[in-house]
C-alpha cells in the first residue's frame, strides 16, 4: 500500500501561482512513476503530467505544458506540480497518484484524496 496526502491547494487570484506537494508513505515510492490529475465539476478526471522514479522523464498536457511543472524528491517521498500562470479554467480538484507509465499511457495504482485549487478572475 502506499497512501498519498495532497497539500497546497487553495484560492489564487488568476496570473498567481501555486505549488501543490504530494506526501507518500508507505511501500517504496521510488518504485513507482507519479502523476497529477484534476477533476473539475461536471467533467471527467484529466491527466496533467506524470513523472518517471528516477525524474528525468515528464510528460504534460497540451493545456498545461509551458505552465505547469512536475517534479519529485524521492528523498523525502514527495512529488510536487508548480503551477503558474495560473487561469480561471484551472479551477478543479487536484489528485496526486502512483503508478506506472508515461503520459497518456499512465496506470494510476493509487490515488490521494485531493486538494481543492480555486482560481478567481
Known amino acids: 500500500q502506499v497512501q498519498l496526502v495532497e497539500s497546497g491547494g487553495g484560492l489564487v487570484q488568476a496570473g498567481g501561482s501555486l505549488r501543490l506537494s504530494c506526501a507518500a508513505s508507505?511501500?517504496?515510492?521510488?518504485?513507482?512513476?507519479m502523476g497529477w490529475f484534476r477533476q473539475a465539476p461536471g467533467k471527467e478526471r484529466q491527466f496533467l503530467a506524470t513523472?518517471?522514479?528516477?525524474?528525468?522523464?515528464?510528460n504534460y498536457a497540451d493545456s498545461v505544458k509551458g505552465r505547469f511543472t512536475i517534479s519529485r524528491d524521492n528523498a523525502k517521498n514527495t512529488v510536487y506540480l508548480q503551477m503558474n500562470r495560473l487561469k480561471p479554467e484551472d479551477t478543479a480538484v487536484y489528485y496526486c497518484s502512483a503508478g506506472s507509465g508515461d503520459g497518456l499511457w499512465f496506470s494510476a495504482t493509487y490515488w490521494g484524496q485531493g486538494t481543492q485549487v480555486t482560481v478567481s478572475s
Open positions: 513523472i518517471t522514479w528516477s525524474g528525468p522523464s515528464t
Open positions: 508507505g511501500r517504496t515510492f521510488t518504485s513507482y512513476a
